[in-house]
Nanobody, 124 residues
Framework: QVQLVESGGGLVQIGGSLTLSCVSSTRTFDTYAVAWFRQAPGKEREFVASISANGLYKYFTHPIKGRFTISRENAKNAVYLQMNDVQFDDTALYYC?????????????????WGQGTQVTVSL
């Protein structure tokens, strides 16, 4: 069982920055790829970014490419999503998920373990 806890969400002004964290207490965390998904009200959960277990490979959805970065520190069992130049469309509940699927093609159904989510709200 892999337990994940997200944090770092909150209210941020348009164009601002925010860093989300996903932390696990599980020793095998470094054997999982990790992906961030988000879900806005009335919409389906969508892929945002993912990172391989060793941190070398990173993938992003097109709308956030160049604005968000993903990184991990396996020594701290943590994955981060750095969000820059946030836009109104970035408002959503953000989830991290651990998966054994390949991070380049991971979809929500392939996530083995989910965190509880952290809310990001972009305002004027």
């Amino acid at each position: 069982q892999v337990q994940l806890v997200e944090s770092g969400g909150g209210l941020v002004q348009i164009g601002g920055s925010l860093t989300l964290s996903c932390v696990s207490s599980t020793r095998t965390f470094d054997t999982y790829a990790v992906a961030w998904f988000r879900q806005a009200p009335g919409k389906e959960r969508e892929f945002v970014a993912s990172i391989s277990a060793n941190g070398l490979y990173k993938y992003f959805t097109h709308p956030i490419k160049g604005r968000f970065t993903i990184s991990r520190e396996n020594a701290k069992n943590a994955v981060y999503l750095q969000m820059n130049d946030v836009q109104f469309d970035d408002t959503a509940l953000y989830y991290c998920g651990a998966t054994k699927a390949h991070p380049s093609t991971v979809v929500a159904d392939e996530i083995d373990y989910w965190g509880q989510g952290t809310q990001v709200t972009v305002s004027l």
